[in-house]
């Protein structure tokens, strides 16, 4: 029986991508280190970042926020009737100690090597040449598509 891939933001070969739990935690410290926000402001400002490739499900923002509160690192407070989180001092310290110790905000790697970012831009290219370029230029870019679809089946062919 053939696998059924998801389709779509957030799916990958083998379904939604997971981040580890301490990515999660990482990304909510991250996030609350540059502003205040409620949980689903957190989730939106994590797929801004990874280019919409990873989306942290509620699941797993909240529980990391009451752990984060739980343990000193966070304080939610009330604003215009929402559940605001903020950082603490000793959050903040411990946002500056995991973003060092990782090298690289978290969501840098939620797609791996930039996956989407390279189909966005090669899309983009293809745009201007079909707009601005003549008829020669035009084939030769639907030939290079062309060739490189070609050249992607092959890699799996290898395996």
Known sequence: ?????????????????????????TAVLAILAEQP?????????????????????????????QQLEDEDLVRSVE??????????????TEAERRLEEAGRPPWDDADGPDFR?????????YKQVTMAGN?????????ILADARKQMYRLLADD
């Open 37 to 65: 926000g409620h949980g689903y402001e957190i989730i939106q400002a994590i797929e801004e970042k990874s280019g919409g490739s990873w989306r942290p499900s509620p699941g797993s923002i909240y529980p990391t926020l």
């Open 79 to 92: 604003r215009e009737g929402k559940r605001v989180f903020e950082l603490t001092d000793e959050g903040r």
């Open 135 to 143: 008829p020669a230029q035009v084939e030769r870019a639907n030939e």
């Open 1 to 25: 029986m053939m696998e059924e891939r998801g389709r779509g933001r957030g799916f990958h070969r083998h379904g939604p991508r997971r981040m580890r739990r301490g990515d999660v935690r």
């Open 117 to 125: 970012s390279n189909v966005k831009l090669l899309f983009l290219a």
